[in-house]
């Protein structure tokens, strides 16, 4: 079975600047996803980012980029110039590829704040 | 294109009884997901179900059971609702369920008194 590990329950930002949110997964699988998502008081999850674990460049969306260390099994979150909007929950989820049909395994979450 | 929709968004349910909860998807798409959220527990997968057929369960008691029709809507039904239940109830839709992106709607918060 797939494990993710978040180990910061939450962090705290100035606007404008940098944050790296971590997330280690633990998989037997060679073939797999990894995904960020956002989830803003609202509950509305959002997704950040998506990463093919075949694909060695990093996956990057306008502010948001990760930093995916396969052989460590690390996949963190960078977000740079950080902005009032992003404060939310932010999850790291692990999708196998195969028979793990629609099945995303979630970490427990790191809630972010970003203060002005 | 419309996003993921989820009816209703709130309910309030006494002890043994059951719900049925409604997600529609994003046009187009063919799987639908389904996930239990609590501060406990955290993100919990229920089910996931791609052309009616439901191709992955998670660890739920039967009384957790979902279907889904021709036109990709889906539903999740909890019968004899437990106090554990109360949660916030989320679906996802996306491409065909092999890694493409899943989208979430607004989620259904169920309550049990």
């Known amino acids: 079975a797939q494990t993710v590990t978040q180990s910061q329950p939450e962090m705290s930002v100035q606007e404008a600047e940098t944050v790296t949110l971590s997330c280690t997964y633990d998989?037997?699988?060679?073939?797999?996803?990894l995904f960020w998502y956002k989830q803003p008081p609202s509950r509305q999850m959002i997704l950040v980012i998506r990463q093919e674990a075949y694909k060695q460049q990093n996956a990057t969306e306008n502010r948001f980029s990760v930093n995916f260390q396969k052989a460590a099994k690390s996949f963190s979150l960078k977000i740079s110039d950080s902005q009032l909007g992003d404060t939310a929950m932010y999850f790291c989820a692990f999708m196998g590829r195969g028979t793990s049909y629609g099945k995303l395994t979630f970490g427990q979450g790191t809630i972010l704040t970003v203060h002005p | 294109k419309a996003g993921v929709t989820q009816t209703p968004r709130y309910l309030i349910k006494t002890r043994g009884q059951q719900v049925t909860l409604s997600c529609s998807p994003i046009?187009?798409?063919?799987?639908v997901s389904w996930y239990q959220q609590t501060p406990g527990q955290g993100l919990q997968f229920l089910f996931e179900?791609?052309?009616?057929?439901?191709?992955n369960k998670g660890n739920f008691p039967g009384r957790f059971s979902g279907r889904q029709f021709s036109n990709s809507r889906s539903e999740m039904n909890v019968s004899t609702l437990e106090l554990g239940d109360s949660a916030l109830y989320l679906c996802a839709s996306s491409l065909d369920g092999s890694g493409y992106e899943q989208y979430f709607g607004p989620g259904t918060r169920l309550t049990v008194t």
């Open positions: 046009s187009g798409h063919r799987s």
């Open positions: 998989t037997s699988e060679n073939n797999y996803y």
């Open positions: 179900y791609f052309s009616e057929t439901q191709r």
